[in-house]
């Protein structure tokens, strides 16, 4: 390989997003994840990665209003778009902060992001059409995450409290 394509394969290009509503600025190869350009140049560690295959749901944050994984995101696929991570100051993350607080809904806390990340673009959607929450809808959106300490009662209980206030 000569030096010149070695050099075009590490470069990095800047990013600029809007990360929780400031404009945010960081340097990205063509190969970075989301999530590493989320943790490592952003300081957003509220992101957490778990399989980085796409399958835990524990990356999972708000790309222009919609619930992705940032482990099958590239970071450049995000410049000029606007990220939302569980650090927000949202009204509806608040809720959901607070729901899982009241039911004990977290324990380790690992996955905890992703699902209120997940849990926020649903009941969004969710009340947008006016529908109201039940328990299979609630363990059907959350099938897409994986918790090992809580069993999903507490979680769906929470989700369930807030989607229906």
Not at 17 to 39: K, P, Y
Not at 45 to 50: D, E, K, R, S
Request: some cysteine; aromatic content about 4%.
């Amino acid at each position: 390989m000569n030096s010149s394509s070695n050099h075009h394969r590490h470069a990095t290009y800047p990013v600029v997003v809007e990360h929780n509503g400031h404009s945010r600025c960081g340097q990205a190869s063509t190969r970075t994840l989301l999530s590493d350009f989320l943790r490592h140049e952003l300081g957003a560690t509220g992101t957490h990665v778990g399989c980085e295959h796409g399958v835990c749901g524990a990356c999972t944050v708000l790309i222009d209003g919609v619930a992705q994984r940032t482990c099958l995101t590239l970071a450049v696929q995000c410049d000029g778009r606007s990220i939302k991570t569980v650090e927000a100051q949202d009204p509806l993350l608040d809720e959901l902060r607070a729901a899982f607080s009241r039911h004990h809904a977290l324990q380790c806390g690992f996955c905890t992001s992703g699902i209120l990340m997940s849990c926020v673009d649903w009941i969004t959607r969710l009340r947008a059409h006016g529908h109201k929450a039940d328990e299979t809808a609630v363990r059907e959106m959350l099938s897409g995450h994986l918790c090992r300490c809580t069993g999903y009662t507490p979680i769906v209980q929470a989700v369930m409290e807030v989607a229906n206030a």
